[in-house]
């Protein structure tokens, strides 16, 4: 079945370090790829997300994610992070094996120490 | 506005009691979903459906129940044989194609249950 993996559960930054959590998914074929994030106390919300063409997706303060088909990634990146972006990072998959299911990953906590 | 609505945020129930979640959504959206939400976990799918009238265990559907008897209605009932049922609850739709822009699913505000 189709699953997705974080590598970090918790990272703990300082406000201008720059940010890269890992994700991967299990099968290939065609599929739809998704950053999620989850402020305290709020709503989840899509921070950015891939479908077909460039490989490099920007999204929302200053995210972005390259999917990478060869290594089934879709890593998120930031190049300096903010007190504000401390929040829960989802990463998610529809397609493939799921169908139109999105599968969620476990989560990464990220801390930005002011 | 176009969105999720859930309801109530907040959930407080006795053990052996039955208690049902409301998911509503106005996006025209085919196909709701209902995942938990526990620390560490991620979110984890109960149920889904995919049109009126049909639904699908998700992994984690023991001890929950759904119907779909509307398209912007997904109810969810967690039952006294959910041995765990202390949790954040959401309620999800989305377009069930895969290919094109707008695929992505939508998120409500959640419900959280507290069993006492």
């Known amino acids: 079945a189709q699953s997705v993996s974080q590598h970090n559960h918790h990272v703990i930054l300082s406000e201008a370090a720059s940010l890269e959590l890992g994700c991967n998914y299990s099968y290939g074929g065609t599929v739809n790829l998704f950053w999620y994030v989850q402020y305290p106390g709020q709503h989840l919300q899509l921070l950015l997300k891939?479908?077909?063409?460039?490989?490099l997706v920007k999204g929302i303060k200053g995210f972005e994610a390259e999917f990478i088909k060869s290594k089934f990634s879709f890593n998120l990146r930031k190049p300096s992070v903010q007190w504000s972006d401390t929040a829960e990072y989802f990463c998610a998959v529809k397609g493939g094996t799921g169908g139109f299911k999105t599968i969620f990953g476990a989560g990464t906590r990220l801390f930005v120490k002011a | 506005d176009g969105g999720i609505t859930q309801s109530p945020k907040y959930l407080f129930r006795k053990e052996g009691q039955n208690v049902t979640l409301s998911c509503e959504q106005n996006?025209?959206?085919?196909?709701m979903y209902w995942y938990r939400q526990d620390p560490g976990q991620g979110l984890r799918l109960i149920y889904y459906s995919q049109i009126v009238n049909d639904f699908q265990k998700g992994d984690i559907a023991e001890g929950y129940s759904v119907s779909r008897e509307k398209k912007e209605s997904f109810p969810l009932t967690v039952t006294s044989a959910q041995k765990n049922p202390t949790a954040f609850y959401l309620c999800a739709s989305s377009h069930t194609r895969i290919r094109g822009w707008d695929t992505e699913a939508f998120f409500g505000q959640g419900t959280r249950l507290t069993v006492v």
């Open positions: 891939y479908f077909s063409g460039d490989p």
């Open positions: 996006l025209n959206h085919d196909a």
